[in-house]
């Protein structure tokens, strides 16, 4: 039984910056809980010899030529963007 | 005029029984009329949609028509468009107007296609019953109590009420097929990379494909026409030729080779949709067809596999969603994690909520190995399983779902329960194959749909199968009473 | 207690696409704030990435010139974190599979042996965009120009056991990556970046301290400080009986200190996984030898040609092959003047002594190999002395033309009539009797006086040998 607790759900919430109501924590740790119950079906499953599959089709990556193909669009990306001066995206200030 | 096809409307523009423009103000009178119980739609674009069927009457007076030229049609909200909010169902992205088209949306404005607005949809693709979109349920139109199905419900349920003749969708774990089994139109997931994803806002990435929901097997070959082929803006865009896909619909059934999977019809299956399957396997055998039944060993992996895959997937790509460049951003926030953590919390609902975390959860450090790996192997499993039933037999099928449409709220505080009744779709996204739900019939006046599930790239099969059994029943043209 | 340092390097090399690693945008350097930002770049929902083959390309070329393993498949993967300039919130880099793996080079050290260091393997990634402090209202500004600049990074095993073996290997990858023109490795526009590893340990001891991570030096000479400070720091802690914190720092350059680094650290868990939007990367033996037959002679080929056919010294040899262009412009002049070791004496006399003070690239040096060529020429046939070339070359640093013109314009050309040396000479006897008298009566060492003189009366431009010769003759006649 992978059971997490309220600790555990803060802790990966805060991984996702994901802001959750307090109230809220209890009911997503038992769905969280339930989930893994359900995901540790997998467990009964011997996989030493099954490459993992990332994609359906066994294909290869294509290869792009180097050329510029895009142009200045800055206006257009940027004329919903919540919060803008100079050109620039702002946000909080980065301490660092 | 909104009984027809897409197919008989095209006939009607060519022999001038009525223009885009009277074709178009048609469908948005009936979606400003009706829509009101059904809340399929999330934007409607009147002048937009007025001026491109004026566009498509001019093009086909110059003698330019192009294949889907004047018809109307309704899209996911899912697919960026250009100067028009693409919500994706969450207040998240209420904010964002696009500033750019999906490669799909192009793909139908260059073939003088017209726009009626944009569908209703779970938020972020993440449901089974439309209940998740921050802009509420939509309604199932053979039941207003039940719902359409999801994620693409909006979709399902505009075509099914006749507001529109087709629309887009897009599946991940069974978003097109299971909302046209419990709406009771034709819903076609194509082979992973036969459409293209570019600007269709991701929630799986390995997954995800969109494709066509119509009321007949005829009408998504045309849209499929015009949604397939290699983009070079996907990487996982297949380059691999696209044929007429109504070239071959007439194709006779004699001899075709059907899987009945042991697995579909086991415990989990409603006793009445059993028996409506069953009804439709049997109307193949009448044309020719041979029956056999076969194993898919690994289904039951599907859901636990799919459940770690999906989150793991959309907890990486709905990170962009972070408030500093576009879509929803808090109140004044106090500091940068302030500005995430707030933008995130108010912009995403519970159920993209609980999949965020589960993702996140299992990318974790010291858990990669144990889910994600894992997941990546159980899904090569269940990938082999179909690569061994094709050998042979020439379609699977089975069920769409294991029930007709479910009440409004009857989920609502069990999402497991919800992701189970996933069982018989999401096996297909794992594996990249193609899979078709057409109408095969109805319990207590709800619709059941037949899933078909072919090989990769057999979609110009799937279709002929799919129009040879809509030759010979009528399921297809049902209509709900109240949207006759 | 006696320590032993242990560094490793993680140098980040921006590759020299014209297109951005996973987009069309232009990857030029300068532009105004996201101005070459796509919705690829921008991070907006829907968009993916494609790659581009460029970036594969070069970083096979270094590879290869580090004698690394290539891998024949390698594989892209997200690695997770919030930050204002990822717009992603996932840099997309590799982990698992990465396209380079083990190689080495050879430094020199202080003592003229040679030390070799493992490359435990490169990848390809994408850059981060920048972050603007200046004052807006309190708030950062997001630049997303550089987002998607194609880099590669170069890890080192933990082999280098002081700053300055740290300084010798960043400064070898830097002469590699310009060699294989892969990147410019331009350090002010941030082209090459360096992040350190420190850690200590009792000297003997097998296992490693615990390390710190200093991020992002950008100068060999703030490599070598933050690695010296950090290491006093560590020993005075280590030596007070303290431990070590695993941590990130920054080295600040004005206080001359490093201190660790508050943002990016609470949140250390990246969640790579491979990215689902791009497929397996996979070159084959045929096209990774296809790219082996473009690589250039190295710096290290190089200088052992120039010790063995050239006959210079190895000291001269290794300096003249640090730069490639350096090289390049040595082997030109070289060529020309068929003198190896008077083309080297230039290069590392005058021209390196003007370069170094100008704090200037040797291609854009004022003095081209060709106008250089020219007054060696002049030289070597005699027209003007190596004490007017001189004077020839800073005029032609001023840009006052090539050495002919000067010569002609300043009258440099040598005397070397004996007739005009002779008519100087006897104005000089005639000039200082007095000199003359003590010279005949024994004081030979005088003679250097009255060469003196009549090179001064020449103005420099009498042929010094020819003017001993003369003056020899008539004193003592």
């Known amino acids: 039984m992978s059971k997490l607790d309220k600790s555990d759900v803060e802790k990966i919430a805060f991984l996702a910056r994901l802001g959750i109501n307090d109230q809220d924590i209890p009911e997503y740790a038992t769905n969280l809980s339930n989930i893994l119950d359900l995901v540790e079906q997998l467990d009964s499953i011997n996989t030493d010899e099954v490459k993992p599959m990332s994609h359906p089709l066994d294909s290869v990556q294509r290869l792009r030529l180097d050329e510029v193909t895009e142009v200045n669009d800055r206006d257009n990306l940027m004329a919903h963007s919540p919060e803008v001066e100079a050109g620039l995206f702002l946000v909080p200030r980065v301490v660092e | 005029m909104h009984n027809k096809t897409i197919a008989e409307l095209t006939a009607g523009l060519k022999a001038g029984d009525f223009s885009s423009v009277e074709l178009t103000r048609h469908y948005l009178n009936r979606i400003n009329s009706l829509d009101e119980q059904l809340n399929s739609f999330i934007t409607i674009v009147p002048d937009l949609a007025l001026q491109q069927a004026k566009q498509a009457d001019e093009q086909r007076a110059a003698g330019q028509a192009t294949i889907i030229n004047g018809i109307p049609l309704a899209q996911k909200d899912i697919f960026c468009t250009k100067d028009i909010k693409t919500s994706c169902g969450s207040k998240m992205l209420d904010p964002f107007i696009s500033p750019y088209n999906a490669t799909t949306i192009e793909k139908f404005n260059h073939s003088g296609a017209v726009m009626l607005g944009k569908t209703n949809m779970d938020e972020f693709a993440m449901g089974s019953s439309n209940e998740t979109s921050w802009y509420g349920p939509v309604k199932n139109p053979w039941s207003l109590d039940t719902v359409p199905g999801g994620s693409s419900g909006g979709s399902a349920a505009s075509v099914a009420a006749r507001l529109t003749p087709a629309a887009t969708g897009t599946d991940t774990g069974g978003s097109i097929r299971q909302p046209a089994s419990f709406c009771g139109i034709t819903g076609l997931k194509p082979t992973y990379g036969r459409v293209s994803r570019y600007g ?246 709800m619709p059941v749909g037949l899933q078909l599930i072919g090989k990769h790239f057999s979609e110009a099969k799937l279709l002929n199968i799919a129009h040879q059994f809509q030759q010979q029943t009528d399921w297809h043209k049902k209509v709900p009473a109240l949207f006759v | 207690m006696q320590w032993e340092v242990v560094i490793g390097l993680e140098i980040h090399v921006q ?169 410019d490795g331009n350090m002010q526009e941030g082209s090459f970046r360096c992040d350190a590893n420190v850690s200590l340990r009792p000297k003997g001891q097998e296992e490693f301290g615990t390390r710190a991570e200093l991020k992002n030096i950008n100068s060999f000479r703030f490599v070598e400080k933050a690695i010296n400070v950090e290491i006093e720091r560590q020993m005075d802690i280590l030596e007070e009986g303290g431990r070590i914190v695993q941590e990130t720092r920054l080295y600040d350059a004005d206080k001359n200190e490093t201190r660790p680094m508050r943002s990016k650290e609470e949140a250390n868990d990246y969640r790579y996984f491979p990215d689902p939007d791009l497929l397996p990367i996979v070159i084959s033996d045929e096209e990774i030898e296809a790219i082996r037959a473009t690589l250039p002679e190295l710096p290290d080929e190089k200088c052992t040609r120039y010790v063995s056919e050239l006959g210079l010294a190895e000291k001269d040899a290794r300096a003249l092959t640090v730069d490639r262009n350096m090289a390049d412009y040595f082997e030109q002049v070289q060529q020309a003047v068929d003198d190896s070791k008077m083309a080297a004496n230039w290069l590392l006399g005058e021209v390196s002594a003007l370069i170094n003070k100008n704090d200037m690239d040797i291609k854009d040096c004022p003095v081209t190999a060709e106008l250089l060529i020219g ?103």
């Open chain 3, 375 to 477: 007054l060696l020429k002049r030289i070597k046939d005699n027209t003007i002395s190596g004490k007017i070339a001189k004077e020839i070359f800073q005029a032609m640093w001023t840009g006052e033309g090539d050495a002919d013109a000067i010569i002609d314009k300043k009258g440099l050309k040598q005397i070397t009539d004996n007739g005009a040396i002779e008519a100087i000479i006897d104005e000089v006897i005639s000039n200082n009797p007095g000199q003359v008298a003590e010279f005949k009566n024994g004081k030979e060492q005088l003679i250097g006086f009255f060469v003196g003189q009549v090179m001064k009366a020449s103005k420099g431009k009498a042929n010094p040998g020819q003017v001993n010769q003369l003056l020899q003759q008539k004193l003592k006649s």
């Open chain 2, 200 to 445: 269709m806002i991701a929630f799986a990435s390995s997954l995800d494909q969109a494709g066509p929901m119509t009321r007949t097997a005829e009408d998504a070959a045309i849209m499929l026409n015009v949604m397939a082929g290699f983009d070079s803006r996907d990487s996982t865009s297949v380059d691999e030729a696209v044929p007429d896909y109504t070239a071959d619909l007439n194709a006779a059934m004699e001899g075709l080779k059907i899987g009945l999977p042991k697995e579909y019809f086991a415990e989990g299956l409603d006793d009445s949709v059993a028996k409506v399957i069953e009804a439709a396997v049997k109307e193949y055998e009448k044309m020719g067809a041979v029956v056999s039944e076969i194993s898919l060993p690994n289904s039951h992996l599907s859901v636990p596999t799919y459940y770690i895959i999906a989150p793991s997937e959309c907890s990486s790509n709905l990170s962009r969603m972070d408030g500093v460049r576009f879509g929803h951003r808090c109140e004044e926030p106090k500091n940068l994690n302030d500005l995430y953590i707030r933008s995130r919390g108010e912009g995403f609902g519970a159920e993209v909520k609980r999949r965020i975390l589960i993702g996140t959860y299992a990318l974790s450090e010291g858990f990669y190995d144990a889910y994600y790996v894992k997941a990546q192997k159980t899904r090569r499993l269940i990938s082999d399983d179909f690569n061994q039933a094709f050998k042979e037999v020439d379609v699977i099928m089975g069920p769409a779902a294991p029930s007709t449409a479910f009440n409004l709220g009857e989920f609502s505080d069990d999402p497991i329960t919800m992701y189970l009744s996933d069982i018989y779709t999401i096996a297909v996204n794992l594996a990249g194959l193609p899979g078709m739900s057409i109408p095969a019939g109805f319990v207590n006046n």
């Open chain 3, 15 to 183: 590759l020299s696409t014209r297109s951005k690693i996973f987009s069309g945008s232009s990857t030029a350097y300068g532009a105004e704030p996201n101005t070459q930002m796509s919705t690829v770049d921008m991070g907006l929902p829907g968009v993916l990435p494609v790659f581009n083959g460029e970036a594969l390309k070069k970083s096979v070329m270094f590879g290869l010139a580090v004698g690394a393993k290539i891998n024949n498949r390698s594989v892209f993967d997200r690695k997770n974190y919030f930050y204002p300039d990822s717009p992603k919130a996932y840099q997309i880099s590799q982990l698992y599979y990465p396209v380079v793996g083990e190689g080495h080079i050879d430094i020199e050290l202080d003592n003229g042996e040679t030390k070799r260091i493992g490359v435990t393997r490169a990848h390809m990634e994408e850059d981060a965009g920048k972050s603007l402090h200046e004052n807006f209202h309190g708030q950062t500004g997001i630049d997303l120009n550089r987002a998607g600049t194609p880099l590669l990074e170069i890890v080192s095993e933990p082999d280098l056991r002081s700053a300055v073996e740290a300084v010798a290997y960043m400064k070898k990858i830097h002469s590699i990556v310009r060699y294989l023109g892969i990147s």
